[in-house]
């Protein structure tokens, strides 16, 4: 089931969030700080197993024709469950009905296996920025249109 995050959510995705990109986590604070900014969507997957888990959840920002994915993560052992597809696939619905014309999104050219989920779903790369993660792996910009 997917839903608006709530502030109870906050320290569940932080622990998520952590879990998943390490060094390049954003913190309790920065996703507090990103579910009541302008312009934001944050989006959870509740855990089918434990409702008041967090199985993913996804960060989007739109600003006129343009919106970012900031964020998607799924809980490992939930991954290839359709989790981040129904995410995506919501704010990419949400950012049309705002207005957008195009998604961006950046990945780390070391994560294969995100870098296909998007190309899967129409997303090509149009820039890379060269040591851009901690770990010196460059970002991917990826783009679909909407």
Same mark, same amino acid.
Request: net charge negative.
């Given at each position: 089931?997917?839903?608006?995050?709530? $502030?109870?959510?906050?320290? @569940?995705?932080?622990?998520?969030?952590?879990?998943?990109?390490?060094?390049?986590?954003?913190? &309790?604070?920065?996703?507090?700080?990103?579910?009541?900014?302008?312009?934001?969507?944050?989006?959870?997957?509740?855990?089918?197993?434990? @409702?008041?888990?967090?199985?993913?959840?996804?960060?989007?920002?739109?600003?006129?024709?343009?919106?970012?994915?900031?964020?998607?993560?799924?809980?490992? $052992?939930?991954?290839?469950?359709?989790?981040?597809?129904?995410?995506?696939?919501?704010?990419?619905?949400?950012?049309?009905?705002?207005?957008?014309? !195009?998604?961006?999104? &950046?990945?780390? &050219?070391?994560? $294969?296996?995100?870098?296909?989920?998007?190309?899967?779903?129409?997303?090509? &790369?149009?820039? @890379? !920025?060269?040591?851009?993660?901690?770990?010196?792996?460059?970002?991917?910009?990826?783009?679909?249109?909407?």
């Amino acid at each position: 089931m997917l839903r608006p995050a709530r $502030t109870a959510d906050v320290a @569940r995705v932080a622990l998520l969030e952590a879990d998943l990109f390490g060094r390049d986590a954003w913190s &309790e604070e920065q996703i507090g700080a990103e579910l009541s900014a302008p312009g934001r969507a944050m989006l959870v997957a509740e855990d089918p197993a434990d @409702r008041s888990g967090v199985a993913g959840y996804a960060v989007l920002g739109v600003q006129g024709d343009l919106a970012d994915l900031l964020r998607i993560g799924v809980d490992p $052992t939930l991954r290839r469950t359709g989790v981040a597809s129904a995410l995506l696939a919501h704010l990419l619905g949400a950012a049309r009905a705002a207005g957008a014309e !195009r998604m961006l999104l &950046e990945v780390s &050219e070391a994560n $294969t296996g995100a870098a296909a989920f998007y190309a899967a779903r129409g997303f090509v &790369e149009i820039h @890379r !920025r060269p040591r851009y993660y901690r770990d010196d792996a460059a970002a991917l910009v990826l783009q679909r249109a909407l």
